[in-house]
């Protein structure tokens, strides 16, 4: 069983920074990919940030090179340092890990930014 616990989320105010973190814990074998979503009030879960096992990063159009997604592979963690932070990236934030045929969920962390 795998387990991912997601961190660092909380109140910011526009223009502040958040790292967020996702441990994943349970049988000790290494992801594909790993990943950041996030779900506003009243919307679709969308794609924030992913990487791979080899490091290749993609982003979501709306980060424009505000946020940076890292991994440590040995601890399969994953870690998402948000910058410039907007109230529109006010969400839950939801930890993703991909191995072949299964994906894992985190339970999410609120991300509010005020203005």
């Known amino acids: 069983q795998v387990q991912l616990v997601e961190s660092g989320g ?3 105010q526009a ?3 958040l790292k967020l973190s996702c441990a994943a814990s349970g049988r000790a074998l290494s992801f594909n990919a790993m990943g950041w979503y996030r779900q506003a009030p009243g ?3 969308e794609l924030v940030a992913t990487i791979s096992s080899g490091g290749t990063t993609n982003y ?5 090179g505000r ?6 592979g ?3 963690t994953v870690f998402l340092l948000m910058n410039s ?3 529109e990236d006010t969400a839950v934030y939801y930890c993703n890990a991909v191995r072949p045929f299964l994906t894992y969920w985190g339970q999410g962390t609120q991300v509010t930014v005020s203005s």
Request: proline letters at 4%; zero cysteines; aromatic letters at 8%.
């Open 60 to 64: 979501a159009d709306f980060v424009q």
């Open 85 to 87: 932070l907007k109230p």
């Open 67 to 72: 946020f940076t997604i890292s991994r440590d």
């Open 43 to 45: 919307k679709q879960r």
């Open 10 to 12: 909380g109140l910011v």
């Open 74 to 76: 040995a601890k399969n």
């Open 15 to 17: 223009g502040g920074s």
